[in-house]
């Protein structure tokens, strides 16, 4: 058991025994899959064998899986790869997707999180040949898109669909050929598989073109060696969660434990469905900063809302999307399960959110009386 409680499963998950297992025995046995000698060909067996699992995980065909170095390069390579020149993101997309088309159109969300289908529809209305990109579930809120709806619009308009399924694989059913999407991202790390290591969906038939050279790797769509050992570890990773997170009673016991806490506190996306791992929630005055380390002083990791880089937090894009103030947005942090998660763990974070709560509402008392 690690001496703290590890609540960030949306940055990353912990490996799973079972994945490093399968990862040492590949790296050990090496090969390059490309040789046609018999190493070489176990090694190919051994990605194989890790195709089938995470076509499997997804509901889509081995053949349309291209393994990749993680959800950044899938994402960017499903916008760069499908020649539509016209792309429409939502307002909260990951930033590997915002930031792979600055010249997007941006498909509004309401206060819930979730993409305002209306508006889609009167953006698709009479539009060039575009490509949609909408992704399964966010990572700060967990909020899920009506992604089945997204397509059914976007096709009728003679449009494509990517979806960012990054944060939802493993966690909730996703179901590439039911859904219909023509290009779908996943990563290893978020599901308890090494980091570096992803995959892109592309439905036979689907337009895409790679712009790396090199090798006639993945069937001619992605060069370059394969990662053996990490996709082995992703196959293991996908197989070990075929099953889904089942969190929801942790998910119960930790938002019924900080609203008592402080019946302010609001939850983010609470309203609609959301990823069973995932809790978004506002402290109210107390900026996320604060919390992330006096949590993490108590042996807590969780992570700020906002995005934080190079030391400096700016405000949540999401949040912000959604139309929650600045004051309030710079309070919410992200406390997510995942598989190695138990009860045991909830309880040290309501302790230590409860005791910093006491803390400053009590400062601010002695202040207000002071005053
Ligand atoms: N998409 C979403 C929704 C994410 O949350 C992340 C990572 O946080 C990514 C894409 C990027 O994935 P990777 O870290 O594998 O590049």
Known sequence: ?????????????????????AMVE???????????????RAARTRIDVARRQVAMLVGAPPSEIIFTSGGTEANNAALAGTGRRRVLVSAVEHESVLKAVPQADIIPVDRNGVVDLAALERMLAGSPPTLVSVMFANNETGVIQPVAEVVRLAHAAGALVHCDAVQAAGKAPVDFRGLGVDYLSLSAHKLGGPTGVGALVVRAGAPFTSDRKGGGQESNRRAGTENVAGIVGFGAAAKASQDGLDTVALRGRLE???????????????AVPRLVNTTCISMPGVRAETQVMALDLAGVCVSAGAACSSGKVTRSAVLAAMGVEPAESETAIRISCGWNTVSEDIDCLIAAWKGLYIRVTHSDLSQARAA
């Open 256 to 270: 019924a434990g900080l609203r008592a806490i402080a019946p302010l506190a609001t939850i983010h996306g609470a």
């Open 26 to 40: 590949a790296l050990r046995a090496g090969g390059n899959p490309s040789s046609v000698h018999s190493a070489g």
């Open 1 to 21: 058991m690690p001496a703290f409680a590890y609540l960030d499963h949306n940055a990353t998950s912990p490996i799973r025994p079972a994945v490093l297992d």
